[in-house]
């Protein structure tokens, strides 16, 4: 009997983590620019879905990705936040769509939409920000994130082999979606 009053209560602590990590990553991880509601993908990766071990969300929670916009958040959040935040980052991880926690919230997933492999591949890439690609990091795709820089599916077919193989260390002129422009360094 003993042995199964452990278990609920258990059981309620990681709902109750997982609550906590739900409302933490609300505010520090979905955020425009960042991993989106539900970690449906902003800018960033999407969360949702997708297969972590604990062991690499909780390293690149704590100490981000260098190269990358992701931030370490070691120092800005305690322990018990970070491990809550991969709590619910594990939740909404493997079924490709959010669980339902604690506190009573739940994401309805998203429709299937059936795309050839390379369109898909192409879609990953794009908001991967591990890999190096970070399109994501300015651009917006099928409605998804906040557009900083402007729309490319209209891009003329020129474009496409400049921005697969930029002229690194070359300054351009980055325009804004709002038509703003800025020297950047590639």
């Known amino acids: 009997m003993l042995w199964l009053l452990f278990l609920l209560a258990q059981a309620s602590g990681a709902q109750d983590e997982v609550a906590v990590g739900e409302r933490i990553f609300a505010k520090s991880c979905a955020i425009g620019y960042c991993h989106g509601s539900g970690g449906a993908a902003g800018r960033a990766p999407r969360i949702q879905g ?8 909780l390293k690149v929670t ?18 018990e936040e970070i ?14 769509r959010a669980a339902v926690v604690a506190s009573g919230s739940s994401t309805t997933p998203a429709p299937v939409v059936v795309t050839p492999p390379d369109a898909k591949a192409g879609r990953e890439l794009f908001f991967d920000a591990v890999r190096g690609t970070r399109c994501g990091t300015c651009h917006a795709l099928e409605d998804r994130g906040v557009p900083v820089g402007p729309n490319l599916a209209a891009s003329p077919p020129r474009s496409v082999g400049a921005i697969r193989n930029p002229p690194l260390g070359e300054v351009r002129t980055a325009r804004l979606a709002g038509g703003d422009e800025f020297p950047a360094l590639l």
């Open 50 to 57: 997708r297969s972590f071990t604990p062991e690499y969300l």
């Open 62 to 79: 704590r100490e981000g990705i260098p190269g990358t916009a992701m931030p370490g958040w070691q120092g800005r959040l305690s322990e």
């Open 83 to 96: 491990r809550a935040v991969v709590a619910y980052m594990l939740s909404i991880s493997a079924s490709g």
